[in-house]
């Protein structure tokens, strides 16, 4: 049976959840900025070299 | 490798013992800690916990400045390539600065040790002994190891200063833990020591391991 | 660009990670004494156990970089010790608002992991200066991997010296990091640390994947540059 009592308590336990969720996202959006980055890149070197 | 090291840490006390650089800053400084505590903490005597913390947080504390100097002479003359150039094993540079730096901590203990019955220590040092001696012991191979291995890995960088203390006073916490709770005991009032073994033998752990580990990892260091 | 092995991983930590909720909020039992606030367990003590695996992995490739010389090892000790560095954060985060929750601090020092994890943290963060003071890539790799070693054997010793330092000054029982756990608490937590982990090994993995691409795009960048 859920224990979902959306008191005192709950607000800790979810602030908690929610530190753990932000730092994987937060981690996933840096990296996929990075990717994104990378792939342009690469399409710059690729035009480059059609030249 | 022990002939090179010897040679090595010869050079070191010579130099230390012509300039005075190291020694005598270091024993300057646990005296203006003590006075430093004095007023931080308002206290004229202190015994137990406080007594046991007071004297190693300085001695730690002493022991960065220790460190930071410890390859001062090779960069300032640049003798590093000389030592690298010369077939000698990184384990004697090793065991060189660490045995030079073991023995710059004994010659501040024994001032600084007595300076803090002197200044601060509510009971006396009589109960202490010989036990203290021992944790003194282990204590300084322990920071002699760590901080030759420290200094080493700062020695290249740009930020020295600065990265000697926030690398070494972190490492050397397991090693305050344990002297610090060996010694508490025996500056108490009814002085005697308690559970010494428990940290004797952590404090002996934690020194082998380090040893161990700046022996294997040395070479690295300091190679061009 | 994907690594093999990376999506699969991804969707294993997914699912397994939402398992993990799924039987935090509805399988696990209310804890006796701390209430709901026990929940925090769940997510604390994993990233706690992965962090501190890390670090001690971060150890280990280190090792390898220095015997084999590859310099690819260096970089998979990098990122598990950058990566364990930020869940050592979240331990941070996740036990101050764990202590708030239960006993009115944002922080208390009778709790071992939590100290121990300050000074582990205090300690790796300054990983980052020394790498990046140090401008030749042979040596900076070198030297990082000393550390590394050195600060991936002081994690046990640390615990163990904050661990009994602790049991003299608070004598508590210790039931909080998983003394002896009823099943259903057990299953939930090994389902945690399951989760935990494969999201490290692919965070690990995805980060790996983008500094290996970085790096080849750099080589093909100046090969570009020479041959033009």
Known sequence: MPALPLDEAGKYVAGAYVVFVALILVYVAIIGAKIARIGREIGELAAEDDE | MIAAARAIARKDLRIEWRTKESVPAMTLFTITVYVLFHFGLDRDSLDGELASGVLWVTVLLAAVIGVSRLFAAEREQGGIEGLLLAPVDRTALFVAKAAVLFLYLCVVELVAVPAFALLLLGPGLGGAFPELLAILLLGNLGIAAVGALVSALAAETRARELIVPLLLLPLLVPLLISCAQATEPLLRQDAGPEDLARWLGLLTLYDVVFVLVSVAVFDFLLED | ?228
């Open chain 3, 1 to 228: 660009m994907h690594s093999k092995g990376l999506v699969p991983l991804a969707w294993a930590s997914a699912v397994t990670l939402t398992v993990a909720f799924a039987l935090v909020f509805f399988y696990a039992p209310l804890d006796a004494d701390q209430g709901f606030v026990q929940k925090i367990f769940y997510v604390h003590v994993p990233m706690a156990i992965v962090a501190l695996g890390g670090f001690v992995a971060g150890g280990i490739m280190a090792i390898m970089h220095l015997r084999s010389g590859d310099r690819s090892w260096d970089m998979r000790s990098y990122v598990a010790i950058h990566l364990s560095i930020i869940l050592g954060f979240g331990v941070l985060a996740t036990g101050a608002i764990w202590a708030r929750a239960s006993w009115g601090h944002w922080w208390v020092w009778d709790e071992p992991v939590l100290v121990s994890f300050l000074v582990v943290v205090l300690l790796y963060c300054v990983y980052y200066p020394l790498r990046f003071s140090i401008e030749d890539p042979d040596r900076q790799a070198r030297y990082s991997s000393v550390f590394a070693i050195a600060a991936g054997a002081f994690v046990p010793l640390n615990f163990i010296a904050v661990r009994l330092a602790e049991a003299y000054t608070h004598p508590r029982v210790l039931s909080q990091t998983g003394g002896s756990l009823p099943g259903e608490m057990r299953l939930t937590f090994l389902v945690a640390l399951l989760g935990m982990t494969l999201l490290f090994v692919t965070l690990w993995k995805l980060e790996l994947t983008a500094k290996n691409a970085s790096m080849q795009l750099k080589k093909l960048r100046t090969r570009a540059r020479v041959a033009a």
